[in-house]
C-alpha cells in the first residue's frame, strides 16, 4: 500500500523516481526543496523552498493540466453572475465557484454559501459537496481587483486549481493559480479558461496586453524568441 507521504533525493544518477504516494511527495533537488501531487486532469512539482543543494539534481517546477479549458460561455456565466452577487442591503459581494469535469465535461456549481463584502465561505464542506470534488475554485472580488489573500492564502490549502476574479464592474481580470499543501503558483488564466473577449489574465502586465486582454504583438514576439 502507498505511503500518504513519500521522500525522495534526487541524484543526477537517480533522476525523478514514479508518483506513487497517496498524497503527495516530497522532492529533495539540487534547487531546493519541491513537492509533487497528481489528481485526474492535474500533475504538479511546485517549489516549497529554494536553497542550493550540491550534489542533488535539479529540477524544473511543473504545471500539467490535461482536461479541455474550461469553455467561455461559462467564464462569462461566472462573470455574469459575480456581477449581478448583491447582498442584503444592496451592496455587492463575494460569491464561490466550483467547477468539476464530470461526464467529459465542465460541470459549474454554485454552492450554498456565506457572503460578505470581503469574504465568501461555503456552508457544507462534507466529503460529498462540491467543495471536497471540485477541481477549481473560483470567487470574486467584485470592485477589487484580483489578488489572493492572506486569507486566501490561509483557506486554500487543497490540492486544486485557485482562481479569483477582480474589477468586474469596469475592467474584469482574472488571476489563477495552483495550489498543493499551501504551496502556490500562479499561472497564465488560458491554462484553464477560455477567456471571453475584455477579460484581463492579472498574471500578465497590462503592458503586455491590449485592451480586450490580449497579447500585443510585441510580446508575442519576445514569448516566440525564448521558446
Not at 469574504?119 to 460529498?128: C, F, L, Q
Amino acid at each position: 500500500m502507498p505511503a500518504l507521504v513519500e521522500y525522495h533525493l534526487i541524484t543526477p544518477q537517480s533522476g525523478i523516481p514514479p508518483f506513487q504516494a497517496h498524497l503527495y511527495d516530497y522532492l529533495f533537488a539540487g534547487n531546493g526543496v519541491l513537492i509533487r501531487s497528481k489528481r485526474p486532469g492535474l500533475e504538479v512539482i511546485l517549489p516549497v523552498t529554494t536553497q542550493e543543494i550540491r550534489g542533488l539534481a535539479p529540477i524544473e517546477p511543473l504545471v500539467r493540466f490535461t482536461y479541455p479549458p474550461v469553455p467561455q460561455h461559462l467564464v462569462e456565466q461566472i462573470l455574469w453572475c459575480a456581477q449581478g452577487a448583491i447582498g442584503e442591503e444592496g451592496n455587492p459581494v463575494e460569491i464561490l465557484f466550483h467547477l468539476e469535469w464530470r461526464d467529459e465535461e465542465w460541470q459549474l456549481t454554485i454552492p450554498e454559501q456565506k457572503q460578505t463584502a470581503t469574504s465568501v465561505v461555503p456552508t457544507d464542506d462534507s466529503a460529498g459537496s462540491s467543495y471536497a470534488t471540485a477541481l477549481i475554485d473560483l470567487h470574486s472580488h467584485h470592485g477589487m481587483q484580483a489578488f489572493f489573500s492572506a486569507t486566501d492564502n490561509r483557506d486554500e490549502q487543497g490540492f486544486r486549481i485557485y482562481a479569483v476574479l477582480g474589477n468586474i464592474f469596469k475592467r474584469p481580470e482574472l488571476l489563477v493559480r495552483v495550489g498543493c499543501e499551501g504551496v502556490h503558483w500562479i499561472i497564465p488564466a488560458t491554462t484553464v479558461f477560455e477567456l471571453p473577449e475584455g477579460l484581463i489574465d492579472a498574471s500578465i502586465p497590462l503592458s503586455e496586453q491590449d485592451e480586450d486582454g490580449d497579447l500585443n504583438p510585441e510580446h508575442d514576439d519576445e514569448e516566440a524568441s525564448e521558446l
